[in-house]
């Protein structure tokens, strides 16, 4: 019985798209191997080394032999695919931090999954002394997870027809709340060249500000993947209040459903600016980092400027969970700090490269819940849950609230192992919620201020599971360890 569901799974397809990712990861790290060339550095062979692994592999993948069903997948197989590709990624991805000696097993794959995840938690605790090699891994990791490798895929095989469309939705929270057109589905790279349009653009602007172009790139990497590796120590503390406004703007633009984006270049500015998630998010980014702004002002004798540019920055990198810090926010009264913990519950816009729950759930759950309570006063009234002037169908809101209901399940299951673990209330509760949102910094021990090298190897992979539950929105990758997945749908 078994065997016959696992031969109504397309396979030879799976294994034809995880060699493809492969194949694309080892192109990346080529890129690092000419990096640590134009450096001189030593690690220039092991980077080789990895590369030629990852593409060794890729290749095995692709010509695997077997019967391929279809040229297409369903939604099942795009569950397994995505889920699979989530874990192929950094474990191929820490090869350059294995190979080349800079850490161990462990503490590499926990590097490599944050990275990918967008996490932006480090294990390193002299970023400064890696090779650039390394480096430029760290921060690519970031961008190839940022918009998904899997959406990359998509947009260079547009033959995969509905089976990009079942990738699309797999890997991506927007097509949960709209209505995606076939077209940009199979031809993802609209949103690729928006994606790389405000990198390049970045980079530029960071150049003028005085960054050199190494550590521009790299830190437009981190901010439009919202990932948060920086090349320094002490992340963008270490540059200028421009270089620090620049940052913030485009880590904003990146918490931005790109999507809106995309129509917003096509000249429908109406949907743009009338957008009810994008107003939430705007809203909630001035209001809490005005608060957070008076109370370092009144209660801590900061200047204007630098209170202002200081609650802008990081409450604008925990929304969108960027992880980019220019201040300790443990160290602000407390009030500030709490507000940013529950910003770290909040996340970003759905179809951003930004983690969390996304504003848009929050949104729904909060109409839905007035419209009820409007009901109850009214009863004889009944009154449509409504988006962007749109009925919400009742399977969105249940869907909704189910993944919030689920995703504070998950985030309570990993509190309770990171305690029996022997690690305390603050550093648990901050650690899973940082990584499931892919925040980076989180609280108590692993404050902005530290980092996570401190933790015991359990911990450490620990912590990586509820990333890549926190990328991939959890449901896709605990619908695989369901009885009915592997029946027939």
Known sequence: MVIMLLRNLNFRFIFQILGLVALYESAFMLLDVIVA?????????????ATMITAALG????????????????????????????ILMPLLGALPYILTGTTNIIDGLFESISGFTTTGSSIFTDIEAL?????????????IGGMGIIMLVVALLPILKSGGMHLFSTESSASIFEKIRPKIVHNAQHLWMIYMGLTLAETIILMFGG??????????????????????NISVAAYSPFIQYVITVFMFLSGVNFLVH??????????????????????????????????????????????FRDSLFQVVSVITATGFATADYLIWPTNCWLLIFFLMFIGACAGSTGGGIKVIRHLIAFKYLANRFRIHVNKDRFIPVRYNGKRIEDKVILNTFNFIFVYFLVYGIGVLIMLIEGNDVMTSAGSIITAMGGIGPGLGLTGPASNFSMLSDATKLTIPIFMILGRLEILPVLVIFQSRFWKRW
Request: charged share 20%; aromatic share 12%; glycine share 6%.
């Open 37 to 49: 060339c134009c450096y001189q550095e030593w690690d220039i062979i092991p980077l080789l080394k």
């Open 131 to 143: 090779p650039k090699g390394i480096l430029f891994w760290r921060s690519e990791t970031h961008w």
């Open 262 to 307: 995309a129509r917003l270049i096509k000249g429908d500015y109406k949907s743009f600016f009338k957008n009810q998630e994008l107003k939430l998010y705007t809203g909630i980014v001035l209001v809490v980092s005005s608060i957070i702004a008076i109370s370092l002002i009144v209660k801590q004798n900061e200047a204007i400027e630098q209170a």
């Open 59 to 86: 290749v095995t993948l692709y010509l695997a032999p077997g019967r391929r069903l279809s040229k297409n997948i369903g939604l099942r197989e795009s569950f397994l695919l995505v889920t699979l590709s989530w």
């Open 211 to 232: 960054m050199d172009l190494f550590d521009a790139t790299c830190h437009s990497f981190g901010t439009i993947a919202t990932g948060g590796f920086s090349t320094r």
